[in-house]
């Protein structure tokens, strides 16, 4: 639990909602913590340190997935980077993948998240989402921005 003091002329910015003459409820629900789901490589030094900063953070439920173990779907690839505001090519992990031999920088969307989904080695790590959105959180700081 977390406890914060205010004083009364904060009330109204911190808690606009308005109580009616009669309403037992005194204040707001305390907010429910939001959930943060990290697609995770534990040997990749970017990822641990984005996950612990995840862990850190107050409020923070979070959910991991060792992608290398569970791929996410081609769609579920597509809906993560279409809410990180990037394209699928740029979620493509070069580094340490015959990536650019198979010519995956220039091909379409279908084919990179079709390549990313059956050989998940090719897909660039930590991708984080919240409710706030998603994020490919290369730096680990790019995180911040959803939480």
């Not at 789901?37 to 612990?52: D, E, F, Y």
Request: proline share 8%; net charge negative; hydrophobic share 35%.
């Amino acid at each position: 639990m977390r406890i914060v003091i205010i004083d009364k002329d904060q009330i109204a910015e911190r808690f606009p909602r308005r109580y009616g003459i009669g309403e037992t409820e005194a204040f707001p629900e305390e907010p429910k913590g939001m959930k943060a789901t990290i697609w995770h490589n534990p040997k990749c030094g970017t990822s641990r340190k984005t996950l612990a900063l995840l862990e850190e953070t107050p409020g923070v439920d979070v959910t991991v997935v060792e992608y290398l173990k569970d791929p996410p779907s081609a769609q579920k690839l597509g809906q993560l980077y279409r809410d990180a505001g990037i394209t699928p090519q740029q979620g493509l992990r070069i580094k340490g993948t015959d990536a650019t031999d198979r010519g995956l920088p220039e091909a379409d969307d279908a084919t990179v998240l079709a390549a990313m989904a059956s050989e998940p080695i090719l897909i660039e790590r930590p991708l984080v989402e919240t409710d706030k959105g998603a994020r490919l959180c290369r730096p680990m700081e790019k995180v911040q921005e959803i939480l």
